[in-house]
């Protein structure tokens, strides 16, 4: 069955355009080298224009992006074994407006925070990241990391919890 019939609207330029600096900003928090980040993106970009005939439609077209997204990463740490980038050059990039009000006031409190991020556990970091990072609906994210949208809502609100306790505490 051919794709480009049954969703028209999903054209290359706006693919692109509405997804790639929400990908970028993914991979970015979790890659060192700008150039590789610049290269994840691209090849994301390739694999979704080859594999757009397989979209069937039956999950959010976001969440399978990011899908792709989230396998070239996997695929890249293991080939690199690299650290995610460090806590400077992370501190530098904007977050989205939807994190709590209390830890946007300053530069320094939005640091704080995604310093704490790190200590959550791996899958409240994820689903954090996915949330805030790359803008996506919890439904989205459960797609993305092959969980139920249940386990996803639980897992971020017991990740903001732990946030909020951890700033708190620190104030």
């Known amino acids: 069955m051919n794709t480009a019939l049954l969703y028209p609207q999903l054209n290359h330029q ?10 970028y900003r993914y991979f970015r928090y979790r890659v060192k080298n700008v150039w590789d980040v ?12 080859s594999k757009l005939e397989q979209y069937d439609g039956r999950h959010p077209f976001g969440a399978w992006i990011f899908r792709i997204a989230h396998n070239a990463l996997i ?6 074994r690299e650290c995610p980038v460090d806590q400077e050059t992370f501190s530098s990039m904007k977050a989205t407006d939807d994190l709590p009000e ?10 704080v925070l995604w310093q704490k991020v790190h200590t959550l556990t791996a899958d409240q970091r994820n689903v954090i990241q996915l949330r805030y990072l790359a803008d996506l609906r919890m439904n989205e994210i459960a797609e993305i990391l092959g969980k139920t ?8 609100f017991r ?3 732990k946030l909020q306790q951890m700033m708190k505490a620190q104030a």
């Not at 706006?14 to 990908?23: D, F, H, T």
């Not at 695929?75 to 690199?80: E, P």
Request: net charge negative.
């Open 14 to 23: 706006q693919i692109y355009e509405e997804y790639s600096a929400k990908i």
């Open 38 to 49: 610049e290269d994840l993106t691209t090849t994301v970009f390739i694999k979704v224009y």
């Open 75 to 80: 695929d890249y740490m293991r080939k690199k």
């Open 102 to 111: 209390e830890c946007l006031m300053t530069q320094e409190s939005t640091d």
């Open 149 to 156: 949208e249940a386990s996803v809502k639980i897992l971020h």
């Open 159 to 161: 990740g903001i919890k």
